[in-house]
């Protein structure tokens, strides 16, 4: 018994699970790493490393005004009421650095996030509105756009709360700078978000320019919805589930205007006349 092949063609493609640029892969597998290497640690050594990482306010106003001390030792000492004297102290040490800046500080409390459930929501957050912004952006100048919503976050967080020995951490300023940076391009007039996974369509879509986001009902709609919903989380006013810790609500609003602001600089795709 004789057989007819036809000649096979080559196998359809098929579409990976997760359409998601590489450079949102590996931010987002970094983050998880580096959250599951300090479940491993010991509650000290966690904290050893949370004081060379994360943000602290007051560490950053010590060093600028050394003269304000009395005024942060005081507002330490209302934190921590109830607390031995000891342990205060150590704390003072470890949170303000012995008056050391610690100027990265402003760039890795990024890299840290207070509980998992912080760490996912950034996640989904990051790869709904950081995946068009990386297409178009390509990764040098998405990481640069990143960087730069992370210290603007870290800088509104102190303006606000100078004498504040809270550390901050999240990436949730790096992620509202590259949501601002979304909305200046992807809710332009008839676009479907399904073409959003398309490269060359990404780089195609005229950018708003700043004064014509007025204009755009869509696109002002989210602004004010993203605020509102911030507003209403850093005041207390929506409880989180599942989470303990406060919303910084303050450097999420500085990176959305860094992202905002600068995305016409990192930007090389089409504009809006």
Same mark, same amino acid.
């Given at each position: $018994?004789?057989?007819?092949?036809?000649?096979?063609?080559?196998?359809?493609?098929?579409?990976?699970?997760?359409?998601?640029?590489?450079?949102?892969?590996?931010?987002?597998?970094?983050?998880?790493?580096?959250?599951?290497?300090?479940?491993? @640690?010991?509650?000290?050594?966690?904290?050893?490393?949370?004081?060379?990482?994360?943000?602290?306010?007051?560490?950053?106003?010590?060093?600028?005004?050394?003269?304000?001390?009395?005024?942060?030792?005081?507002?330490?000492?209302?934190?921590?009421?109830?607390?031995?004297?000891?342990?205060?102290?150590?704390?003072?040490?470890?949170?303000?650095?012995?008056?050391?800046?610690?100027?990265?500080?402003?760039?890795?409390?990024?890299?840290?996030?207070?509980?998992?459930?912080?760490?996912?929501?950034?996640?989904?957050?990051?790869?709904?509105?950081?995946?068009?912004?990386?297409?178009?952006?390509?990764?040098?100048?998405?990481?640069?756009?990143?960087? @730069?919503?992370?210290?603007?976050?870290?800088?509104?967080?102190?303006?606000?709360?100078?004498?504040?020995?809270?550390?901050?951490?999240?990436?949730?300023?790096?992620?509202?700078?590259?949501? *601002?940076?979304?909305?200046?391009?992807?809710?332009?007039?008839?676009?479907?978000?399904?073409?959003?996974?398309?490269?060359?369509?990404?780089? *195609?879509?005229?950018?708003?320019?700043?004064?014509?986001?007025?204009?755009?009902?869509?696109? $002002?709609?989210?602004?004010?919805?993203?605020?509102?919903?911030? @507003?209403?989380?850093?005041?207390?006013?929506?409880?989180?589930?599942?989470?303990?810790?406060?919303?910084?609500?303050?450097?999420?609003?500085?990176?959305?205007?860094?992202?905002?602001?600068?995305?016409?600089?990192?930007?090389?795709?089409?504009?809006?006349?």
């Amino acid at each position: $018994m004789s057989e007819n092949h036809a000649q096979a063609g080559p196998p359809p493609g098929r579409e990976p699970i997760l359409n998601l640029p590489g450079v949102v892969i590996w931010i987002g597998t970094a983050l998880v790493l580096v959250h599951g290497g300090r479940e491993l @640690l010991s509650a000290h050594d966690d904290f050893v490393l949370l004081s060379w990482l994360a943000f602290v306010p007051a560490r950053l106003s010590l060093w600028l005004a050394p003269e304000r001390a009395r005024d942060i030792l005081s507002s330490l000492s209302q934190s921590l009421a109830g607390q031995d004297i000891a342990d205060r102290l150590a704390l003072v040490r470890l949170l303000l650095a012995d008056g050391g800046p610690r100027l990265w500080s402003l760039l890795s409390y990024g890299l840290l996030h207070g509980s998992w459930l912080h760490l996912i929501s950034n996640l989904v957050w990051f790869a709904a509105f950081g995946s068009p912004v990386a297409r178009r952006l390509g990764p040098g100048r998405v990481l640069n756009l990143l960087a @730069l919503s992370t210290i603007a976050g870290a800088l509104l967080h102190w303006w606000s709360r100078e004498l504040d020995v809270l550390p901050l951490v999240g990436a949730s300023a790096a992620v509202s700078g590259a949501t *601002a940076a979304a909305i200046r391009f992807v809710f332009a007039p008839g676009l479907r978000f399904g073409a959003l996974g398309d490269d060359a369509v990404v780089r *195609a879509i005229p950018a708003e320019r700043f004064g014509g986001l007025w204009r755009n009902r869509r696109a $002002m709609l989210f602004i004010v919805i993203w605020f509102v919903t911030n @507003l209403l989380f850093g005041a207390g006013l929506v409880p989180i589930l599942g989470d303990e810790t406060s919303i910084a609500w303050e450097a999420h609003i500085g990176g959305f205007l860094a992202g905002l602001l600068l995305f016409p600089l990192l930007d090389r795709g089409a504009v809006r006349r």
